[in-house]
């Protein structure tokens, strides 16, 4: 079966670090993609990992483990724009046509 | 240069109705996806076509149905209305079927069953 789950909620304070986990069971892996979703708009792509490690851009960081079946994102210097749902998702390797989504994890930023 | 653009915006149905729901990609881009997303929770897995043909299908009963035209646009149709089937509904399209190509999403339709 397929599962990817990722913490409902998380609050952090403008101008600090957060890390956003995302642990998968799927029956393929063709690579992992975090994306982000403002409240009533479509989600953007953030980020897309395939071997393990870390990849920076910028004030956001993806990180992957085949192995552990693990992934996190990494939002430095926080800002209130940030605020916003993070959807972790996997490429199905199942034939690869297929992405899948976690639940969605809502971040809020304070000031 | 356009993004996804879908059709109608906002759309309000009865229980036992039809529905077509209608996505154009982004120019090149041949590969489309149908979503459908329920408040707070994220994208669940409709269909997936590339170059007409489905390549895809996620969990969802006979009532969904999709097809993709010669110019890659795609419609979802749904029949048969449930309450449940009220949801936000997101067409993205990539360039291909690689696995590391990201997805572009239109707005979505917002979907409203009484």
């Known amino acids: 079966g397929q599962n990817i789950d990722q913490p409902t909620e998380m609050t952090a304070t403008e101008g600090a670090i957060v890390q956003i986990n995302c642990t998968y069971q799927?029956?393929?892996?063709?690579?992992l993609f975090w994306y982000q979703q403002h409240a009533g708009e479509a989600p953007t792509f953030l980020s897309y990992n395939v071997l393990d490690g870390l990849e920076e851009k910028g004030r956001f960081s993806s990180f992957l483990s085949r192995s552990k079946g693990y992934s996190y994102l990494l939002l430095k210097e926080l800002q209130m724009k940030d605020s916003a749902s993070y959807l972790c998702?996997?490429?199905?390797?199942?034939?690869?046509?297929?992405?899948?989504f976690g639940a969605g994890t809502r971040l809020f930023v304070k000031a | 240069d356009a993004g996804v653009t879908q059709s109608p915006t906002h759309l309000i149905k009865t229980r036992g109705q039809h529905v077509t729901l209608r996505c154009s990609p982004i120019s090149g881009h041949k590969s489309v996806s149908w979503y459908q997303q329920v408040l707070g929770q994220g994208p669940q897995f409709i269909f997936q076509?590339?170059?007409?043909?489905?390549?895809g299908r996620g969990n969802f009963p006979d009532r969904f149905s999709a097809r993709q035209f010669p110019n890659y646009s795609s419609e979802l149709n749904v029949n048969a209305l449930l309450l449940g089937d009220s949801a936000l509904y997101l067409c993205?399209?990539?360039?291909?079927?690689?696995?590391?190509?990201?997805?572009?999403f239109g707005s979505g339709t917002q979907l409203s069953v009484l």
């Open positions: 993205a399209s990539s360039s291909t079927r690689q696995a590391n190509e990201k997805l572009f």
């Open positions: 799927t029956s393929g892996f063709n690579g």
């Open positions: 076509y590339y170059e007409k043909e489905e390549r």
């Open positions: 998702a996997v490429r199905d390797g199942a034939g690869g046509f297929k992405t899948i």
